[in-house]
């Protein structure tokens, strides 16, 4: 070779966080631009995509609860306030999703406080672009821009004073002072100041192996130039300048996992004056990527702390993704990284609204494991095991037959059912709601006839206080006159207050009147849409269904799901629903009609002790 030359790749390296001179923020990395560059790999590699999304989800769970018990009316109605609105575009669910995933993709997260006009509480939250902030050397201002970086990626080091927003640190002695800051939460790692790195720094080469490698695979079966490719030229030795044109167009063209790795050029003088290719290495890329990819697979599996890839959407080999198998999976990684991870959200937010362990998060539910046969032949009727393999109900005379030998396990529900609830006639029925099919009826309603903590906010501080005039309670609460106005007149709606309670601009009129306390209950009643009498002759109703509709009881949600619990108990069935399961098969009069529940339904009303 006369003249040979090399066009190859670039590695990454870990991040070095240094100082500039007469500047007072910290570059994030050689180039400043380290968590930019966290987020191609996020966008680019579909493991670690997946891996990243699926964390998140399990982290923020279905939502956040708040504990209410030991505090004011006033704390739980202003933290009620944060909790649906830190501002006015989103939740704190949908900001601690966030903060969910920032965390894991960098390590860290980065939140706006916005203090009310006393400066002593926090009027409003934001979630941060991560990407967007810097800090100084010890975490104490944070520093906001939309141009740290060129458009080429590269560190804008002409950025201006006035493209930089500083804010004090959420707890520095100038945040005392401010009217907002910003609160920094990063993850502690060792020997490093400043900033973080994400836990999965590890295995950020093998990230940006799956991408580039998947990216090579794609762009060799397109381009047909192999790695390792040699051209030579035989039309003699052109001068440098023209070398090196030559050499930069095929690299613009060719080189990259978008054209399919490196090429060697070779400048000989020959006659015959036609390029020669030659591949330097085999072209069995199909089984080299079929290997390395099961390489980097393990390699970012490992740097995530995945032990069961299939909880990720991820199917491997040797596992079989069976419900029993993903059920342990979920509950050991449950309880190893997601509560630990999830904990360490709550301390923020439970700092952020001045409480103690009173905002959790609400799990995902685990996947349920598979029941045998036998285990479900117990629970389920004929007809229902013939629904889930598709086949239509029996014939209504076998119907009669099936009651019948349901009739021990019908007694033993109706024994469990009579021991909780109360009887109808020690209550006076103000009004009936809505007859309820589903769990989701369920919560809306009793959403619907629940008092809210501000509504319960201000029946205390009417009940304390009945000559509290409007203007006081809505200060009091931090809400509008209007609001208040609002909130009573619901509250007469709903029945738990009197009708002559009138609010005016300047408060009640008369004395508040004794408050009645009234409950959402549910009885177990004859459908609406159905015909004849509660209980058929010649027993055709079953007598789970005979037993309730002669008890004439009243429930409670809570007690419903204790009799789920103690039913789950004596059949050996996690989560047991009592509410759902209702009746058997019903059969419209007269007709071939079938449906896969009984002539009854809950029915939600709204009553008063006599």
Not at 115 to 136: F, M, P, Q, W
């Amino acid at each position: 070779m006369a003249n040979p030359r090399i066009i190859s790749f670039t590695n990454d390296k870990v991040p070095v966080f240094s100082e500039i001179r007469n500047k007072e923020y910290i570059k994030y990395g050689e180039d400043n631009n380290y968590p930019n560059f966290l987020v191609t790999l996020f966008n680019r590699s579909a493991k670690h995509n997946a891996i990243l999304t699926a964390k998140q989800l399990y982290i923020a769970g279905q939502g956040l609860a708040f504990n209410t018990d030991g505090l004011t009316p006033e704390k739980i109605a202003s933290t009620q306030a944060l909790i649906q609105t830190p501002n006015p575009y989103e939740t704190l669910h949908s900001i601690s999703s966030k903060m969910a995933l920032d965390i894991e993709l960098f390590g860290g997260c980065y939140l706006h406080i916005i203090k009310t006009k006393d400066k002593k509480g926090i009027a409003e939250v934001y979630h941060l672009d991560y990407c967007k902030l810097r800090s100084n050397k010890d975490n104490t201002i944070i520093y906001y821009s939309e141009h740290w970086l060129n458009d080429d990626g590269t560190d804008n080091s002409a950025i201006k004073p006035d493209q930089i927003t500083s804010y004090p640190a959420y707890g520095s002695k100038e945040y005392d002072k401010a009217k907002d800051g910003v609160l920094y939460y990063k993850q502690y790692r060792p020997n490093i100041e400043t900033y973080t790195l994400p836990e999965y720094i590890g295995a950020v080469p093998a990230i940006i192996t799956d991408a580039e490698i998947a990216n090579f695979h794609r762009a060799s079966i397109q381009n047909g130039f192999m790695g390792g490719t040699m051209i030579t030229f035989m039309n003699g030795v052109p001068a440098e300048e023209e070398m090196a044109t030559i050499e930069k167009q095929l690299k613009k063209k060719f080189v990259g996992t978008d054209r399919a790795n490196s090429l060697v050029l070779d400048f000989v003088d020959d006659p015959t004056r036609a390029p020669q290719i030659q591949q330097l290495s085999n072209n069995d890329f199909d089984k080299r990527y079929e290997a390395l990819n099961k390489t980097i697979q393990e390699e970012v599996f490992c740097g995530h702390k995945v032990t069961s890839p299939m909880l990720f959407g991820i199917r491997t080999e040797g596992q079989l993704g069976g419900r029993n198998e993903m059920a342990t999976a979920f509950q050991l990684f449950q309880n190893t990284y997601i509560t630990p991870k999830q904990n360490q959200i709550e301390e923020i937010l439970n700092e952020l609204v001045g409480l103690s362990n009173k905002l959790t998060f609400i799990p995902i539910e685990p996947v349920m494991p598979e029941f045998s046969e036998a285990t479900l032949a117990t629970i389920l009727t004929k007809d229902e095991m013939r629904e889930i393999i598709g086949r239509k109900p029996l014939e209504v005379e076998q119907q009669v037959e099936i009651t019948q030998s349901k009739f021990t396990k019908d007694q033993t529900e109706l024994e469990v059912f009579l021991k909780f609830g109360e009887s109808a006639d020690s209550y006076t029925e103000v009004k009936k709601i809505k007859q309820v099919f589903s769990v989701a009826d369920m919560d809306t309603q009793s959403q619907m006839f629940a008092l809210t903590t501000t509504e319960k906010a201000i029946i205390d501080i009417l009940k304390n206080d009945d000559k509290a005039d409007a203007d006081a309670i809505a200060k009091l609460l931090k809400i509008k006159v209007k609001e208040v106005s609002d909130i009573l007149t619901n509250l007469l709606d709903k029945g738990y207050i009197d009708e002559n309670v009138k609010l005016t601009p300047k408060g009640t009129e008369a004395k508040v009147p004794d408050f009645t306390e009234l409950y959402v209950k549910y009885k177990y009643a004859l459908r609406f849409d159905t015909q004849g009498p509660a209980v058929l002759p010649n027993g055709r109703t079953r007598p789970f269904c005979k037993g309730m509709i002669e008890a004439n009881r009243l429930y409670t949600r809570e007690e419903i799901d204790k009799i789920g619990v103690e039913l789950g108990a004596i059949y050996g069935i996690p989560n047991y629903d009592a509410f759902t399961r209702r009746g058997g098969w019903y059969t419209e009069p007269g007709t071939n009609i079938h449906s896969p529940s009984c002539r009854h339904i809950w029915l939600q009303t709204l009553v008063k002790k006599k």
